[in-house]
C-alpha cells in the first residue's frame, strides 16, 4: 500500500472522489460520519469548485478524471492573520538571549535599526512566503513595525510583495508600534495616511499606560476618517491588571465604529478573576470584536522563568469567547525570530498544537474554522477558507482521514492544489539566507 495523496492530473476535469471534508468549511451537502466531518466527491474543473455532493451523486462523464482518496481529509487554503513578516528568520543573527518577552524586544530593537534595510526585509519576507505557499497557505495578514524611519521602509517594501504574490497569497499589512507612540507630534496621521495609501490595517500595541482610553478614541477616529479597520496587539501579559482588550472594546462601543475590529493575545484576561472576564467578554461581544490567539507563541514566552518550570499556557479563554458568539482563530505569529524561536508558517502546525494546548478536541467540531473561515471573514474575504462550488479549487489534500489522524501525524502526506493544480512543495533552504546573518 502507498502512503501517499493520489497523485492529481494537472489539466482536464476532475472528481475528487471519497474525500472526507469537514462540515464547517462548506454549504455542500455531505455524508456525515462524525465529529463534524463527512464524505464528498469534489468535482473540479477550470481551477474552480465545480460541484460538491455525497459520494456517488455527480455525474462520471467521459473526460473526468476519477481520483479516489479513500477517505482522506480535504481542508481549503489556510488563512494565517496574524503574522510578523518583517521579523521573521533573524534568529540566527540576533536570537533571543533569554526566551523572554523582554529579551525579545531587546533583540528586534538592536536588529531593526542596523539591519531592516529593504533589501533585508524583501528576502526574508519572500522566504517565508514560499514557506506558507508549500503549506498551503492562501492568506496572511502580517504586522509591520512602523516607528520611523522602518515605516518609510517596510511599507513600500510590502506593497511591492504583496503585488508580486499577488496570484499565489493574498496579502494584507498592519501597523505596529506601541501605544505611547501616539504623543509623538504628527505620527498619528503620518502612520494612518500610510496606510490608507498603502490599503492595510490600522493598530497598536495596547498596555496600561496613563491616557490609554484617551490613546484608543483617536485610534478609532483616524480609522474612522479613512474609511479603516483597527488590529490590535492587546494584553500580551500575565499582568492580570492588564486589561486593556476591555478598553478597547468600550472605546468601540462609544466610538460607535463600524468598521472590523480584530485583538490579538489577550493573554491577561485567562489570568482575571470570573466577574472581570465576564465583564470583559460581554464588552468584546457587544462590540463585535475578533479576537485571534497565538498558542505557539505565546506558550513560548509566557511565564517564563529561568529554572523554573512554566505554570500556564500563555493563550486566552477561546473557549468560553466562542460560547458567547465572539469569532475566533489562532494563527502562526512569529517565526525564527526572538519572539519565537521556532515556527515555519505552517498552518497544519498551528493548527495540530493548538488542538493539543488549547483542547480543541474530544469534539473536534468545528475548530477547523479557526485556521479557515473564519479569519477570511474577520480579515474581510468570505471567499477564502472555504469548499464551495463556484470557489477557486485551492485545497489542500491529506492521507490523514479525520483529525485524530492529522493530528497524531500533521507532519504525513500533504498535497497542495491551487487552482486545481497540484504544487511543487519543495520548502526553501535556510541556507539561502546565510548571508544576511553573517554579523
Known sequence: MTYAVPEIPATGSVLLANATVPGAVTNGTLNHIGDGLGRADILLEQGEIAAIAPPGLLDRRDGVTVVDLDGGLVLPGFVDMHTHLDKGHIWPRRPNPDGTFPGALEAVSADRPTRWTAADL?????????????????????????????????????????????????????????????????????????????GGTLGAVTYMVEGLEGHIDALFRAAAERGLDLDFHVDETADPQARSLALIAEGALRNRFEGRIVCGHCCSLARQDADEVDRTLDLVAQAGIGVVSLPLCNMYLMDRQAGRTPRWRGVTLLHEMKARGISVAVASDNTRDPFYAYGDLDMVEVFTQATRILHFDHPSGDWIRTVTTTPASLLGDPTRGRIDAGLAADLVLFRARNWNELCARPSGPRQVLRAGIALERTLPDYRELDDLMEP
Open 122 to 198: 524583501r528576502r526574508r519576507m519572500d522566504f517565508a512566503l514560499r514557506c506558507a505557499h508549500a503549506h498551503g497557505t492562501v492568506m496572511i495578514r502580517t504586522h509591520l513595525d512602523s516607528i520611523p524611519p522602518q515605516d518609510d521602509i517596510s511599507w513600500p517594501v510590502f506593497a511591492e510583495i504583496r503585488q508580486e504574490w499577488m496570484d499565489r497569497i493574498e496579502l494584507q499589512a498592519s501597523a505596529l508600534y506601541g501605544v505611547e507612540s501616539l504623543l509623538m507630534p504628527g505620527f498619528l496621521d503620518r502612520i494612518a495616511d500610510t496606510v490608507k495609501k498603502t
